[in-house]
Structure formats: C-alpha cells, structure tokens
C-alpha cells in the first residue's frame, strides 16, 4: 500500500538513498504508515455498526478522557476488546466510529461517556488508560497510527454534541464519521474537523532557530509552531509566526512533511525555511527564550545535560534531525537519549 522504502530503512539507508518524495517523508513521521484500509465507502451503511460491533473479528479500541487503554505490566501494548468483553463497554458508549479495516478485522473508536466515571474503573482488569503522547514511543508505527486515530474521532465526537448554528443536539450518523442537527428547521451536517498548524525548523548557515515556552520542562527545546489563521497560506503563516514569535524574517520557506497530531485535533505542516535576518526579540511573549544552535553546540549541550529535545515520535524532532543530518558526519539520533 505505501512505497516499501520507507518501512525498511534505517535513517542512515535513507539518508543515502537519495531524496525522498513528500508521501515517503510523512510516512516516516510517527501516527502515519498505518495499513489500515478506511474503506470510506462502507461509512454510509446504516447496518455496519450492528452487523460488525460484536463479531469475533472486530476490534474495538476504547478512549476516555482523551487517553488510551493500555495493558499493565511489562509489554506495555494497547488494549482493544471484543466479544463478552466488549458489551460494557457499549453500553457506555457516548460514541462509536467505525476505523476502517486491517488484515480481515474491522476496528471501532468508542469514546466513553462521563456520566459514569466509575465505568472505567470496571476495565481495570484489562489495563489503565494513558496519554498516547508519552506512550508513542513504545507503540509498533502501525498500531500507534491507529490508536492516533481513535482518539482524534473520539475527541471531536466530543466536542461537536451540539449544533453550532442553532444550539439543538446532534446524532451521529454514517458510521461515526458525520453528525447531524436533530432540529428539523436546522438539520445543518458537521463533519470531523482537522486544525491546521505550521512548524517549521528555520536555518541560517551552521545554525537553527530553537525556542521554548516558560511552561517546557527545563532546558526543553524545540521549532517554532503555530496555528494557521484564517485568509493566510500555509507558508504565510510560516513567516508570521515565526517573525511574530522572535523577530526573525523568513525569506525562503519550503514544505517538508506533514504529521497527523491528535493532541487534540491537528494536523502538523512541517517546512524549512531559510532566515534573512539573526537578530531576535521575543515580540508576543509566546516564548520564554529563543537562540540560535549550531550543531557544535548542539552536541554539547545535550552531552552536558544542558538540552533537551522533542521527543523522536514528533515532527519536530524530525525537522531538527534532518537539518542536522544533512552534510553532517555524526546522526542527531546517535547522541540523543529522547524516546
Ligand atoms: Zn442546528
């Protein structure tokens, strides 16, 4: 389904591959390269739910609170039930969204409602539920896209329980992939929404521009990000934020890959973009502290224990290893310690 290259090589294979096309480039990014087949044109039978939800071959992957149910122990592996085990937790279902398929099993996201709070508790035996984000790292790709998934249908089913134009409740229909007004002078259709947010690794010569926000964990690092407005282009918004964020003005601005990032509903635009200007002032206040890092400097602050980087699981991580990579002797994934 997807271009084998990017299953099979390491970075390094990659790096001497040769370029990468976009498709190749977001498929390396962690929550995409997931096999399933969402099969969208099965959405809109109204008997799928009941013909599917209790087969033996249907998975069904719980979400609360906008976290994920893993196992406990060691192993930690994501938790989808089926069969007896899956009755309970239908019947605190405050929505159920049909995935798509994989392998000859159909997945559903359930999202769980609040107004049982004891019910979770009642899956104990099976795991806890955690934030996707810190348990990435652990995940095989193929599983982590899915549960990526689960939880951003999940998150929006919850916020869209109501109509936005007329205030009347909504009903899901089409498999949990569109809600409609119940009011019959309104009627209005809502789809699942997608926010859109630029993050964007901005270079001038040996160096990169990297920011952090007062709330970071200490010495905590990373690009700068921000999300689309309204009436601007994807690369306008580039040169915005990052001018807005730090005073430095972006001259030249190519797109790199994109990351699905459920935390909650947005997708990552990742570029490069080429600095015109080394000065900066932190202008909006969004940032505590911004600099520019060659990858000399790079090296020892993170074997001093005077840096951190993202995580390896995010976009962002990648826009900084492949700048660094690039025409450099020594991997970025080499010297760091980030899951
Ligand atoms: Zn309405």
Redesign the pocket.
């Known amino acids: 389904m997807y271009p084998k290259k990017t299953q099979i090589l390491s970075h390094v294979e990659r790096m001497e591959s040769g370029p990468l096309d976009h498709l190749e480039r977001s498929l390396l990014n962690y929550f995409t390269a997931s096999s399933l087949n969402r099969q969208s044109a099965k959405r809109h039978d109204s008997d799928l739910l009941d013909e599917r939800l209790r087969k033996p071959s249907s998975f069904l992957i719980p979400v609360c609170q906008s976290k994920n149910l893993f196992s406990n122990g060691d192993g930690i592996q994501p938790v989808f039930l089926r069969g007896p085990d899956a009755d309970g937790l239908l019947a605190h279902a405050d929505s159920i969204t049909f995935l798509g398929e994989m392998e000859g099993a159909s997945y559903f996201a359930v999202g769980l409602t609040d107004d049982n709070p004891g019910f979770p508790d009642a899956l104990a035996p099976h795991g806890q539920f955690k934030d996707l984000k810190s348990m990435g790292p652990l995940l095989d790709r193929q599983v982590g896209g899915l549960l990526a998934y689960a939880r951003a249908m999940v998150h929006w089913h919850s916020r869209h329980r109501f109509?936005g134009?007329?205030?009347?409740p909504t009903a899901i229909v089409d498999s949990g992939h569109r809600r409609v007004?119940t009011?019959g002078s309104?009627?209005?259709q809502h789809f699942p929404r997608t926010d859109p947010a630029i993050i964007v690794l901005v270079a001038r010569g040996n160096q990169c521009l990297l920011g952090r926000q007062r709330i970071w964990p200490k010495d905590f690092y990373s690009v700068i990000a921000g999300f689309v407005e309204p009436g601007e282009s994807l690369e306008e918004a580039v040169v915005r934020e990052v001018y807005e964020e730090t005073s430095i003005e972006v001259e030249e601005v190519l797109y790199h890959s994109s990351q699905p990032w459920p935390f909650p509903g947005s997708v990552m635009l990742g570029f490069t973009g080429r600095a015109g200007s080394s000065s900066i002032m932190l202008n909006d206040h969004e940032l505590e502290d911004a600099r520019w890092f060659t990858r000399e400097e790079i090296i020892a602050a993170l074997k001093q224990g005077k840096l951190r980087l993202p995580g390896k699981i995010s976009i962002a991580y990648r826009l900084i290893e492949d700048w660094f990579d690039a025409g450099w002797p020594i991997c970025l994934g080499a010297i760091t310690s980030t899951p």
């Open positions: 109509c134009d007329c205030g009347s007004c009011s309104c009627g209005e």
